[in-house]
């Protein structure tokens, strides 16, 4: 792709239990949660020397994150990667002969349009595009 990494998603049962658990992993606090009603999930943030990593949590026993869960166990979710234009990088990838995930970018947490790749176009790791909103 030639973009960085903006985070790695880690799913995770309880993020009462987790964020403790990853503040002392990774010698660095949860600087913010997040509530994303529209994909079931709450998530915790952290940024330990420039590598931000997401923690991601189900408000559904029937939501995506949970059925993750249920069927790997939990550990990393998804690899994101920032992109400058992301109607433009889902039009190369489309073109390319990925699978989408959704057909328009749909707001994601910390201010970001997301869109996601099917982990079975990108050898089993589900990848996230991720753009800023300005």
Do not use: W
Not at 35 to 55: M, R, S
Not at 62 to 90: C, Q, R, S, T, Y
């Amino acid at each position: 792709m030639g973009y960085n990494v903006e985070h790695i998603g880690i799913a995770v049962k309880n993020l009462n239990l987790s964020i403790p658990l990853f503040e002392r992993l990774l010698g660095s606090p949860c600087y913010k949660t997040e509530n994303i009603d529209i994909e079931k999930v709450n998530t915790a943030f952290f940024l330990p020397q420039g590598a931000k990593i997401e923690l991601l949590e189900s408000t559904d026993p029937e939501g995506v994150i949970a059925k993750f869960i249920a069927k790997k166990g939990e550990g990393m979710h998804h690899i994101a990667f920032e992109v400058p234009d992301i109607l433009a990088e889902m039009d190369r990838l489309k073109k390319e002969g990925f699978t989408l995930l959704n057909e328009s970018p749909k707001q994601g947490a910390d201010n970001k349009l997301v869109c996601f790749v099917h982990p079975k176009d990108s050898n089993g790791v589900l990848i996230e595009l991720c753009q800023t909103i300005t």
